[in-house]
């Protein structure tokens, strides 16, 4: 087992997986929003707020890099735009074994409705259209940096990471 990253759209369980998974091949664990707040003192929607989303993907970016660079064995939960990026797909690739966490639309909206005031780019008036437009946009950069392909549309977040292990680690 080397790295690891889990991609996908916002909340499709990258971290809440992720963190099960890591904990079952007990490796470590890095949430690269938590790991790019911490850097940077604030909250993703503070950074959105006062320094913009172009400034974010810089540190995104950053971040990804430093984590490529300097774990040797890392679970990495990614954002749902560390996609975005060509250079980003390409150290994904070059870098991680990567799983993309596929959700349907229709899981995502359902499970944003509790936590959507946590994520900046669907603070508009119509947040299901938001959230239909951007997968769309990036649906061929999840497949692109993706090693494997899990559907998280049904099964609990055990029986997710199970299969995770299995696909990507063949444990
Ligand atoms: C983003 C997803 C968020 C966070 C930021 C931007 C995106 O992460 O990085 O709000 O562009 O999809 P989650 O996927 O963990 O919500």
Redesign the pocket.
């Known amino acids: 087992m080397q790295r690891l990253a889990l991609i996908g759209f916002?909340?499709s369980g990258?971290?809440t997986v992720g963190e099960l998974v890591a904990a079952k091949l007990d490796v470590p664990f890095v949430d690269l929003?938590r790991y790019i707040e911490a850097r940077a003192g604030m909250t993703?929607p503070e950074i959105f707020a006062t320094l913009g989303e172009q400034r974010f993907r810089v540190m995104e970016t950053e971040a990804l890099g430093d984590i490529g660079r300097d774990m040797k064995c890392v679970v990495l939960a990614t954002?749902?735009?560390a996609v975005i990026h060509p250079s980003n797909r390409d150290l994904l690739k070059a870098s991680f074994t990567t799983v993309y966490l596929r959700a349907a639309p229709e899981t995502i909206l359902s499970r944003l409705k509790q936590d959507a005031a946590q994520?900046?780019?669907l603070q508009t008036d119509n947040p299901a259209q938001r959230v239909r437009t951007l997968l769309k946009q990036r649906q061929t950069w999840y497949e692109d940096a993706a090693s494997w392909i899990v559907d998280v549309d049904h099964g609990t977040v055990e029986e997710i990471a199970q299969f995770v292990i299995q696909t990507a680690i063949g444990e």
């Open positions: 916002m909340a990258k971290s929003d993703i954002g749902g735009g994520r900046p780019l």
